[in-house]
């Protein structure tokens, strides 16, 4: 099913590869990862791997931080409630990590500016694809629901209904560019620190009292 998924992601998504790294098939998704090994020896050749999810999509911040994940539940047919249920479950979970990821790279910012990030999250069930985004309201809570549904053509003679897959794809690749907008406001703290950093260096060097001892004048009597 994933070879039948590829193609519309890199037909409709970026097709010229310039502003996004795809990866296909049960790779390991980072932000997973960095949860899942928090507080261990990253020395431990045993330590706990990030889960595993189809297709990454990562972000053009810079730094490799994922963005856009997906899960095939099954191929045709389906996968069965309870596959289609606990990959839901392995998206939300992934989609957190990613949130989190981001705002750790780029600290410092207002909460306002972390409430504007979105993550978004495809599964695909059968010949449907339900496109799932999340943000983050407030420290711990996050805001999860379908933003878009749509279906895959399933033969030739249903073709003309690949142009919603396509629309939505487009769509998504609009709203993952936007993330490039944290990196901008994180740079610019970043240079305003460093200036007050500055400025209160220059300030201290030029306030510092001298502690050169200091030759008292006998005192002359008429």
Request: aromatic fraction near 8%; hydrophobic fraction near 35%.
């Given at each position: ?16 590869q310039?502003k ?19 507080g ?38 389906a ?5 289609i ?5 392995k ?17 410092g ?31 711990g ?16 003679k ?5 142009e919603?897959?396509h ?30 950093y500055?400025?209160?260096s ?15 004048l006998p005192?002359?009597?008429?």
């Amino acid at each position: 099913m994933i070879r039948f998924v590829a193609p519309a992601f890199n037909m409709s998504l970026d097709p010229n590869q310039e502003k996004f790294r795809k990866h296909w098939s049960e790779q390991q998704l980072i932000a997973s990862q960095e949860r899942r090994r928090e507080g261990q020896d990253p020395n431990n050749e045993r330590a706990r791997a990030g889960q595993k999810t189809d297709i990454i999509i990562d972000l053009p911040t810079g730094p490799a931080l994922e963005g856009f994940i997906c899960e095939v539940s099954g191929g045709l047919p389906a996968g069965c409630p309870k596959k289609i249920w606990t990959d839901k479950l392995k998206l939300m979970v992934g989609m957190r990590d990613m949130i989190n990821r981001i705002m750790k790279t780029f600290p410092g910012l207002l909460s306002t500016d972390y409430m504007k990030v979105v993550v978004f999250g495809c599964q695909v069930i059968g010949l449907q694809m339900n496109l799932y985004a999340m943000d983050v309201r407030n420290p711990g809570i996050y805001r999860f629901g379908i933003v878009d549904k749509v279906s895959l053509p399933a033969s030739a003679k249903e073709l003309p209904t690949y142009e919603a897959v396509h629309l939505m794809l487009r769509s998504l690749e609009h709203r993952l560019s936007d993330c490039t907008a944290l990196k901008v406001k994180h740079s610019k703290l970043r240079r305003k620190r460093n200036y007050v950093y500055q400025e209160d260096s220059l300030a201290f060097s030029n306030n510092t009292p001298n502690s050169s001892p200091k030759i008292k004048l006998p005192n002359i009597r008429s």
